[in-house]
T-cell receptor, first 115, second 109 residues
Framework: ETGVTQTPRHLVMGMTNKKSLKCEQH?????MYWYKQSAKKPLELMFV???????ENNSVPSRFSPECPNSSHLFLHLHTLQPEDSALYLC??????????????FGPGTRLTVL | GQNIDQPTEMTATEGAIVQINCTYQTSGFNGLFWYQQHAGEAPTFLSY??LDGLEEKGRFSSFLSRSKGYSYLLLKELQMKDSASYLC??????????WGAGTKLIIKP
């Protein structure tokens, strides 16, 4: 595997379900990110991890719970979601060099539908 | 507040040239990125500009004017596979990426 992978690619869940999204990066990067992408809206940054430590939590509801066991893996645990949480959830990684040119590389995303 | 503006949708003809504009108002500036995203796929990095001027990469070029808060992505010799959304993002003074909503480019034969 190369780049950034995400599983599952598609997920349909009820509001009372608990599920997890998984992301893995094979680039040797130090930072990982969760984004929410809704139609015709800018990417919304949800969480940032640098060297496994969470450094950003952009006022995300507690029904989204991130986990970063090591610098290559990132999870997003979901519980009691709302229909408005339906979106494409993208994972990204970067070297986190601290430079302006630090480039984020994205996975293909998980298309989440909450019924 | 911080803001990135891009046209929502553009249409162009195969073989032609198209320019996608991006204007920004951010607290500080540490570079501007362009990404391409095909429907249902990952955004992929196209270019990074931090100095004024034009950067050329094959059929794609990206231009930046920091004084005007303006960038454009120029696509030449358009191909059907260029049909995608193009995302503009600016890194602000806190090194946060501020994203535009993207421009959907439709290429017609």
């Amino acid at each position: 595997e190369t780049g950034v992978t995400q599983t599952p690619r598609h997920l349909v869940m009820g509001m009372t379900n608990k599920k997890s999204l998984k992301c893995e990066q094979h680039l040797g990067h130090n930072a990982m990110y969760w984004y929410k992408q809704s139609a015709k809206k800018p990417l919304e940054l949800m969480f940032v991890y640098n060297f496994k430590e969470q450094t950003e939590n952009n006022s995300v509801p507690s029904r989204f719970s991130p986990e970063c066991p090591n610098s290559s893996h990132l999870f997003l645990h979901l519980h009691t979601l709302q229909p408005e949480d339906s979106a494409l959830y993208l994972c990204a990684s970067s070297q986190d060099s601290g430079a302006g040119a630090d480039t984020q590389y994205f996975g293909p995303g998980t298309r989440l539908t909450v019924l | 507040g911080q803001n990135i503006d891009q046209p929502t949708e553009m249409t162009a003809t195969e073989g032609a040239i198209v320019q996608i504009n991006c204007t920004y108002q951010t607290s500080g500036f540490n570079g501007l990125f362009w990404y391409q995203q095909h429907a249902g796929e990952a955004p992929t990095f196209l270019s990074y500009n931090v100095l004024d001027g034009l950067e050329e990469k094959g059929r794609f070029s990206s231009f930046l004017s920091r004084s005007k808060g303006y960038s454009y992505l120029l696509l030449k010799e358009l191909q059907m596979k260029d049909s995608a959304s193009y995302l503009c993002a600016v890194r602000d003074s806190n090194y946060q990426l501020i994203w535009g909503a993207g421009t959907k480019l439709i290429i017609k034969p």
